[in-house]
């Protein structure tokens, strides 16, 4: 059942006592801890979700929260025989509730508040937990794998930073670093900047836990005719060279470009796994390569992308 899945969310909601009778009830979690307008619950492999007041209201368009399985049709059976009722759609295509994702399966659910609730079967492949496994763990896996999670707790000696020209932070997966990092990989990054799309510079880690942060930037998508791919490209290769001058065993990258850039997921990550797969066949360093996946969604996008490549050698698909 879904109360042993690792997963990470919170959910809003305008009536606590309604949800928490469907979590607790229907799905069968625990309470982990409660305050007056948060409940949290205890999932698999020590993660939690929670639900919280607010005036806020779910959409439904996207996957608010998603546990991962390893039975996704026990799973779904198991669920049935509780009254859920599994989402079906034409695209993906869904038989008996469940589409087949190409990187591996899923299925949905709604809660009472709307919010689409995922559940994904992974094909066998690289695929870890940021925040939950060490250097070593991810040294054993494939040349290039897959972290769900924030890429700054991940285990790396380097990172990548989907920065803007400028080099000084802003949102996203930028400013989330400058924030861990503290002032002074502004003040070190700024003396490397202006950095134009498609390149690259590297700094020191300061406050991380990673020896060196690498900043590109990314190209804004104007339709795929302005050279988008090149410049995305390039980024990839520019900071796959750095990494390698300071002989980085280990690097991970955002999903670059995809968010207010407006770079289409499924394109973005295709010239991602293309790339990284061409400096891996040329090059020693880095030896693994992560993509960083801070959704499960990005994560079935960028297993597709792996999938699709053909390089079991290098994604272990």
């Not at 009254?83 to 038989?95: M, R």
């Not at 930037?217 to 520019?238: F, H, K, N, T």
């Not at 999903?255 to 066949?281: F, H, M, N, Q």
Request: proline fraction near 5%.
């Amino acid at each position: 059942m879904l109360t042993d899945r690792p997963v990470y969310a919170t959910l809003p909601t305008s009536d606590v006592a309604r949800l928490r009778r469907f979590y607790e009830d229907v799905l069968g979690f625990s309470v982990q801890q409660e305050t007056p307008t948060t409940i949290y619950y205890a999932a698999g492999d020590g993660t939690f979700f929670a639900i919280s007041r607010s005036s806020g209201t779910a959409t439904g368009a996207h996957t608010q929260m998603a546990f991962r399985t390893t039975n996704i049709e026990a799973d779904v059976a198991g669920l049935r025989e509780r009254g859920v009722a599994f989402e079906e759609y034409e695209l993906p295509k869904t038989v008996e509730g469940i589409a087949d994702m190409g990187a591996g399966r899923a299925a949905w659910l709604k809660d009472p508040d709307g919010n689409l609730i995922g559940i994904f079967q992974f094909k066998a492949a690289g695929l870890h937990v940021a925040d939950r496994e060490g250097r070593d763990e991810i040294a054993a896996g494939p040349r290039i794998a897959i972290a769900i999670g924030s890429i700054i707790d991940l285990d790396v000696d380097v990172i990548v930073n989907a920065a803007n020209s400028s080099l000084q932070g802003g949102g996203g997966v930028d400013g989330a670093i400058h924030r861990a990092a503290g002032p002074g990989l502004a003040e070190e990054a700024g003396r490397l900047a202006p950095c134009p799309p498609g390149e690259a510079r590297i700094t020191g880690g300061h406050r991380l836990k990673m020896r060196n942060v690498i900043h590109t930037v990314g190209p804004m998508w104007s339709g795929g005719d302005q050279g988008e791919a090149d410049i995305l490209a390039s980024c990839y290769r520019s900071s796959l060279a750095l990494a390698e001058g300071v002989d980085a065993t280990s690097v991970a990258f955002p999903a670059i470009s995809t968010g207010i850039y407006g770079y289409p997921a499924a394109k973005a990550a295709s010239v991602a796994v293309r790339e990284i797969a061409a400096w891996l066949d040329a090059h020693e360093r880095p030896q693994t390569v992560i993509l960083s996946a801070f959704s499960a969604d990005t994560a079935i996008v960028l297993r597709r992308a792996m999938s699709d490549f053909g390089r079991p050698d290098l994604t272990g698909e």
